[in-house]
């Protein structure tokens, strides 16, 4: 199909001719106010024309990169809308930081370690930012590979918590005290699907998440 009027593509080609005709003014204007007792050295002239076929070139070329990139993203985004429906109703492993707590269902969060960690801690937190609940990570918990944890929504004191949105602050830290990179996850279904200009966004655990976020999708 051809580009619309405000395509980027349309534009590069309506540059690159406005700048072939404001060159070709310039040379005529240039031919018409030189001396005939004193005319421009050819060579200047060849030099500029082949600076402008140059420039030339590489403005085709742009123009190429550009509906190559153009065609691309529209490939992306049909085969994205085609494989989006099936996957409703998923549980689906998100690196995402924080969850809607119903007020009964517990939820389920996970990291992924690159190495053992000497000490670690889980700080479970409201929409206010207050700390509700802190867990000290032992043991297995604190190895090398995937790990998956559930909270049941109580907190420090065994009282079960208000519905709402809760993040999750993990910390790890190697023998030497410092601070160990890693992958956060949360778990849920998702539940829907929205389309927008900055593209899919899955509706999980209440949430909007970009698609780009989903780590996992599994059945169970």
Not at 75 to 95: F, H, R
Request: no cysteine; net charge negative.
């Amino acid at each position: 199909p051809m580009p619309s009027a405000g395509s980027p593509l349309t534009q590069s080609q309506k540059k690159a001719t406005e700048s072939k005709m404001d060159f070709l003014k310039l040379l005529t204007l240039q031919l018409r106010s030189q001396n005939p007792l004193k005319p421009y050295d050819n060579q200047e002239f060849a030099s500029q024309l082949a600076q402008f076929s140059q420039l030339e070139q590489l403005t085709n070329i742009k123009s190429i990169l550009e509906a190559q990139n153009n065609t691309f993203n529209l490939m992306s985004q049909t085969m994205n809308n085609t494989a989006i429906p099936g996957m409703l109703g998923k549980n689906a492993k998100v690196m995402w930081d924080s969850a809607e707590f119903d007020g009964s269902s517990p939820l389920q969060i996970g990291y992924n370690l690159p190495r053992n960690s000497e000490s670690g801690t889980l700080e479970i937190k409201d929409h206010l930012g207050r700390v509700v609940k802190t867990i000290e990570l032992k043991g297995l918990d604190l190895s090398n590979g995937q790990h998956k944890l559930t909270w049941d929504g109580k907190d420090d004191n065994g009282e079960l918590q208000n519905a709402g949105k809760y993040s999750f602050e993990f910390k790890f830290k190697d023998k030497e005290g410092n601070n160990i990179a890693f992958e956060q996850y949360t778990f849920g279904k998702i539940a829907s699907v929205r389309f927008s200009q900055d593209g899919a966004r899955i509706i999980i655990n209440n949430q909007e998440v970009p698609l780009s976020n989903i780590a996992d999708i599994s059945i169970d």
